[in-house]
Structure formats: structure tokens, C-alpha cells
């Protein structure tokens, strides 16, 4: 079983920056591909970023230029440096993990953002 612990949200001014972290724990002997999601209350949820094998990364068209998407495979941590935050950002963010390329997704319980003056 993977256990995901998001960390990093919180309330911030627009235009403001906000780095999430992502830890991951149980069985895990290796790890295919990252990534963030976000759900806002009575919608789907969105893909935000996903980065494979550690190193290629791929972004939302919501996401490109403002986001950045990263990882320490050692560690077993995904973080997403957020930048230049709207309003719209607003909603709760959560971390994926894929133990390989058919493998189940492994969801964390979500941290809050919030993008508010």
C-alpha cells in the first residue's frame, strides 16, 4: 500500500507563490511517474502537472509558464513550485504516484490552496 502526505498550502495574495511537497511511504520499490491534481467542490478533478522517470515533465495549459513540477526520486518527494497565483487556483491540490505505467493511481488526502486579497 502507498501512503501520499501533501504539504505546503495555505492562503496566499494573487500574484503570490506557493511550493507544495509531496512524500510518499509504504511500499514503494519504484516509482514510474508524479503528479498534482486539484479538485474544487462539486467539479472534477484537473490534472495540473505530471513529471515521469524524474526528469520529463508535462503541464496543464492552466499550469504552463506559472507552474513548475519537480522531484527527488531518492527521497521518494514530488514538490510543485506555484508562481503568479489567480484566484482561480483556489481549491484543494493532490499528489499522485504511479509504481509503473499500468499501476493503479495512489492519491495523498489533498492540501488547501487558497488565493485570496
Known amino acids: 500500500q502507498v501512503h501520499l502526505v501533501e504539504s505546503g498550502g495555505g492562503l496566499v495574495q494573487p500574484g503570490g507563490s506557493l511550493r507544495l511537497s509531496c512524500s510518499a511511504s509504504g511500499f514503494v520499490r519504484s516509482i514510474y511517474s508524479m503528479g498534482w491534481y486539484r479538485q474544487a467542490p462539486g467539479k472534477e478533478r484537473e490534472w495540473v502537472a505530471t513529471?515521469?522517470?524524474?526528469?520529463?515533465?508535462y503541464y496543464a495549459e492552466s499550469a504552463e509558464g506559472r507552474f513548475t513540477i519537480s522531484s527527488n526520486s531518492a527521497k521518494k518527494e514530488v514538490y510543485l513550485q506555484m508562481n503568479s497565483l489567480k484566484p482561480d487556483d483556489t481549491t484543494v491540490y493532490y499528489c499522485d504516484l504511479k509504481r509503473s505505467k499500468g499501476d493503479e493511481d495512489s492519491w495523498g488526502q489533498g492540501t488547501q490552496v487558497t488565493v485570496s486579497s
Open positions: 513529471v515521469i522517470g524524474g526528469r520529463n515533465t
